[in-house]
């Protein structure tokens, strides 16, 4: 799958860094030409991952996250100098799927840039069928739930969260498997990313009242039950 990353960062010099490195790996790269139209440049180069800053000229990344998020579920990787717990948790509940702190280590991001593109479109080819769960059908090859005609939009992180739960559906998933499953190697996360994801995934249910079916074993993990 030809791959294209779009990045929106005004730093010329972090973003020739990134197009070179990125370029060596085969990807390709583009990002907008103005700041304050970033969306017209997004939707023209139909990126496969998108990576934002926050501090940006004109808007900040959060703003650009949440226009992005209302026309697409394309993976966000937020890359900024603010290391908050606040800006972490934020960009996750907005429906970025991961968070990196500047200054960083090139062969880090690398490895989760890939394995956010392997979990997002590897994990299909897998199992391209139907699963049933209290009533609703997730359909895996569109990333969505969908129960008594109304269909939920899930990003991809939210989707194979709940996927990874409904197939061992009345079994207790630990937060560690989860994380393992999700990021290949847990050193790289932040427990707050898990937290945010599983919030998002229920308030998202709620539309389809399946929200109390994701259920929390204190200590253990969560659990996919049958109602």
Known sequence: MDMNIFIIEDDAAIF????ERLEQWSFRVSG???FDDVMSALIAAQPQLVIIDIQLPMYDGFHWCREIRTISTVPILFLSSRDHPLDMVMAMNMGADDYIQKPFHMDVLMARIQAILRRTYAYGDEAADLLEWNGAILEMNRGLIRKDGHEVMLTKNEFFILAVLVKAKDTIISRHDLIRKL??????VNDNTLTANMTRLRQKLAAIHLEDAIVTKKGLG???ATL
């Open 183 to 188: 990021w290949d190697d847990e050193r790289f």
């Open 32 to 34: 907008p030409d103005r």
């Open 222 to 224: 969560y659990m996919a």
């Open 16 to 19: 020739r860094s990134l197009k």
